[in-house]
């Protein structure tokens, strides 16, 4: 990064951090809960990634619309948390004391949303050239965009509105609001929202028609970019079917979600600036493989836990410290033929070719030590890269022993 790129980032995530600072003096006014504030803490580390990212992004490539799409969601991300509090000062906290608090609260309301719209609908749509998979697929956007508009001017003529987040959330009322209008504006703005649903339906359709037409680098873009999003997808599917944040606490989940979101902006400036973007299969299986283990040896804790403690508890009458010990100790003796048992089981599922290869190569391996003859190995290591490198064409040169006379 040359000092010009260098600047240019550092001032695009300083105005980030001073919206931030402004946002940070008006919320001591009026501290929120330790649950709201654990809530805003997440998202202002989630969206600083994106402004990070986008800031890096835009010095680098800053003709190619994604970074600028992480770097305003991040700042928009930034702007609704200022604005809400500026609203809450200017309405609640210390009412009269600034001007346009309810302006201020709109555009708060209006920056989330275009966050979220530019990282469903945008991104994909867009990802990674900056351009739609064909000039037929610009509609999508155009639908995105009347979407949102009519989302924010039927939110704007209601008779109140609904500021901050749900743990944080407060209703003033509306001075331009139309009385009477309420249930008629929220059909409008629930139709509009339905709109911006199918136009991201329609950008995930775009994303996997660039990858079925994509070749060599491109579609291993796409696979980074992929990947982040069924991590994501995953855990937020977990998270809502196992209730997790009851199990672990809110602010280990708050945590855990921010680390997940946060691999969609690193896997995409790992595919826009195409580093080791070969590597993607090994990140994939190794999350395969870890990711089943870890599940594995989770159900195999709690339940050799729930059963010892209650043979215990039917032998002794009460709970023994024991159990844990020795679970863990079960876990401890089964990591390593647990992780070769789930990695050949996946090899042989899903990548089947790569298994093939290492089974051909250990044969050739184990019978190395019982052939003498050179021919018989050449022949047998030209062979071996047949199967398993398959190239056009394959000969072996060796290098002659005989002394010249």
């Known amino acids: 990064m040359d000092r010009k790129q ?22 001591g006014s009026n501290p ?51 604005g809400g509090e500026y609203a809450r000062y200017a309405l609640i906290t210390n009412r009269g004391s600034l001007p346009f608090g309810y302006e201020f609260g709109l555009l708060s309301n209006a920056a989330w949303v275009w966050a979220l ?70 059909n409008i703005s629930s139709f509009a929202f339905l709109l911006v649903l199918v136009s991201a339906f329609l950008s995930a359709v775009s994303l996997l028609f660039r990858y079925h037409r994509a070749a060599g680098q491109e579609r291993a873009q796409i696979r980074w970019f992929a990947y982040a999003v069924v991590i994501n997808v995953g855990f937020l599917s977990l998270s809502e079917i196992t209730s997790l944040s009851e199990i672990i606490g809110l602010e280990i989940h708050d945590l855990l979600l921010v680390l997940t979101m946060m691999t969609l902006p690193v896997t995409t400036a790992l595919a826009i ?12 299986r190794r999350t395969l493989v870890y990711g089943a283990l870890t599940l594995t040896l989770a159900l195999v804790y709690f339940g050799s836990v729930i059963l010892l403690q209650s043979l215990a508890t039917a032998v002794g009458g009460q709970r023994s410290p024991v159990v844990t010990v020795i679970s863990t100790l079960l876990i401890a003796a089964l990591f390593t033929p647990l992780r070769r ?3 050949n089981d996946i090899d042989r599922r899903f990548y089947r070719k790569k298994y093939d290869a290492e089974k051909t190569v250990a044969a050739f391996s184990a019978g190395l030590r019982q052939e003498v003859d050179l021919e018989q190995i050449g022949e047998r290591l030209l062979g071996v890269v047949e199967d398993t490198v398959q190239p056009e064409t394959v000969s072996l040169w060796l290098r002659s022993t005989k002394k010249p006379d």
């Open 117 to 186: 719209v530019q990282m469903f609908t945008f991104l994909p749509l867009l990802f990674p050239t900056g351009r739609p998979p064909s000039p037929r697929w610009r509609w999508v956007g155009w639908l995105t965009v009347i979407g949102f508009l009519i989302v924010l001017v039927s939110t704007s003529l209601t008779p109140t509105i609904a500021l901050g987040l749900e743990q944080w959330r407060y209703i003033v009322e509306n001075p331009i609001g139309i009385p009477g209008a309420e249930a008629v504006l929220t």
């Open 273 to 284: 600036f195409k580093y080791r973007l070969w590597d993607i299969d090994i990140v994939i």
């Open 6 to 27: 260098w600047w240019l980032s550092a001032s695009l995530f300083g105005l980030y951090l001073a919206l931030l600072a402004v946002g940070y003096t008006l919320v």
């Open 341 to 343: 048992r789930i990695q």
């Open 32 to 82: 929120p809960s330790p649950q709201a504030l654990s809530n805003q803490a997440s998202l202002l580390i989630l969206f600083g990634a994106f402004a990070a990212t986008g800031s890096m992004l835009v010095a680098h490539r800053p003709e190619n619309p994604i970074g600028w799409i992480f770097y305003t969601s991040g700042m928009a991300g930034a702007f609704s948390g200022f």
